[in-house]
């Protein structure tokens, strides 16, 4: 539908054809476009070209020069014409300052839109777009589906052409089963009324209201709540012209099965609603099929017999990866390849092992035996015949096997948590374990697709490197942890000897980080020059940097803000890093150089007491006391003195407040207010 509004909306553009409104519809036996308020035709235009003068686009023998020849060509002429011939052959002298210069006028015909798009609908409609195309009979055309019919009306008028032996008219056909035959239409604005009339819903939309009405008349009935209600919702809505919802059951004993994989059967492969007990929070034995034929108890019965084929398939898959314990499947990862370059799956889990012990000894978070125990099977399901079948559950199925085989709980739930967050707006880990490896895996990722050069590009991130990153960092923010990024992946990196220009890679990984940080920063809701300032070049510790741009956003929200940073900005102006020894505060004579010394030492001590607990709100605060006395030295002090010592002195002391406000942030980065 897309592909077919940009094509129009492509044609009429060149067409010089204006429009009101173009809207696009589509079901399984049919792909529409409507336009509102199209013009009935182009204009009539004619466009003037100046040539070169008539001096020197003819030989004394009135015969073209290659000056003019060149002009002719430009228009199209293939025989260029003589000087004698020029006004039969529309072309015009006119003077310009006494020079008399070639002139030509194209003349564009009006053309009536039905003309035009005889002509450009056949080029239109198999110049679309799609993954896969299909030849049926002996016809020629290569199409996504057999093209049965086509009906093209500009109002009430058809607009004739053919594709091979498919004609254009004013017919559609209804409901292949409700309604079939076929239907005359009298003009373009019957179409979707029509087909109503016929059982088909053509505009999506109309669809998904149907759909989404007995959805929750159903889940009232039912007593139940709809699961995975947008992604089945997104699949049925193009597979039906009149959808109709039908109650089926599967029996009880499948439940005894984790219900992820009930959900997953049901929402994946067969495309179904399934429901959830609104009372008890756990999955009913019921779901709902959304079909496109008259609702009868034949159609039901076809349905539960194939998701109960299934549903058997996935409990004999359970029972007997039940039977092999976890860490037997590790052998299995073995000879199962993670990624040419960087080994087999098994040489990931011991990467991810490793990776795990560092961060807990930055974090000190997990009980040691628990993490090592979780990293070492927490791929282990990789190998099993149900996640082979049901991929989508990495993780959750390791959970299950964990709990089955009397795994502690915190390692169950850490092997599901270490694929999270799966998406920008699902869950983060709750256990300290799951915490550890889902970093641990993602950090492994970073460093060994950067490694072999599999780094995402601007249109592709086929390792989803991205999202990964963007958990990380939601992890440390949102859970309060500093950790230092640049010392975790020197420190990682040891697990991949074969890296070469370590430096440089951990500095391009640190710089993806950084970029994909400031795009988080700024869903958070704070200001580009704010993040800019927080940083200072390099994103090495998340919540860290992600507390000073919080605190930043609030300061500059108070009265003291703008008379710091004029105050600031008034500093900076006579930094000179030689001064930085030159202070001596016997040369400190005048009042309020002594009154910016104190206050500053004074000062300086609460604001490294401030950083040290990461409250920069406070550290702000403190800083904005040295407002008045800069001011009073900076109005009162002359500080370029003829006395050189005492000029060294002076700025020497700007310097060292200076340097006390670029420990919190990078203020040039800050724009003007």
Known sequence: MKGLEQAFTHLLNQAGLSFEKISTYGTPQRLSIYITGLVEGTKETSEERKGPPLSTAFDSDGNPTPQGTGFFKSLGCKTPPHKDTLTTNGFIIRKIKEVDYLFYTFHTPSTSTVELFKEALPKLILGLDFPKKMRWGETKISYARPIHWIVALFDKETISFSLEETFSGNKTKGHAQRKPGWIELSGAEEYLPTLRKHFVLADPKERKISILAQLKEEESLAQGKIISLEKVLSQVLYLTEWPQLMKGSFKKEFLSIPEEVLISEMVEHQKYFPLQDTTLGTLQNHFLITADNIPCPLILKGNEKVLSARLSDGVFLYEQDLKTPLKSFNEKLKVMTFQKDLGSMFDKVLRIKNHATLLHNE??????????????????????TLVAEFPELQGTIGKYYALAQNEPQEIALSIEEHWMPTSEASSLPK????????????????????????????SSDPYALRRQTFGILKILIEGNYSLDLKKVLELCSASFPKIENKDSLIEEILSFITSRAKSLFEEYGYKKDEIEASLRGKCSDPFLQFCKVKALHTFRKTKEFTGFYEVYKRVKGFLDPKAKTSLDVNLLSHPSEKELLSVFLSTQEKVHTSLNTLDFLEAFKHLSALQAPLSSFLEQIKIMDEDLNVRASRISLIYQVFTLFEELLDFSKIQEL
């Open 363 to 384: 974090l000190n978070l997990a009980d040691p035996l628990l993490l090592e125990r979780a990293a070492l099977i927490c791929k282990a399901d990789l190998a099993t």
């Open 431 to 458: 256990t300290h374990c799951g915490l550890l490896l889902s970093l641990s895996d993602k950090i492994d990722n970073l460093l060994g697709y950067f490694s072999v050069g599999l780094k995402p590009s601007s």
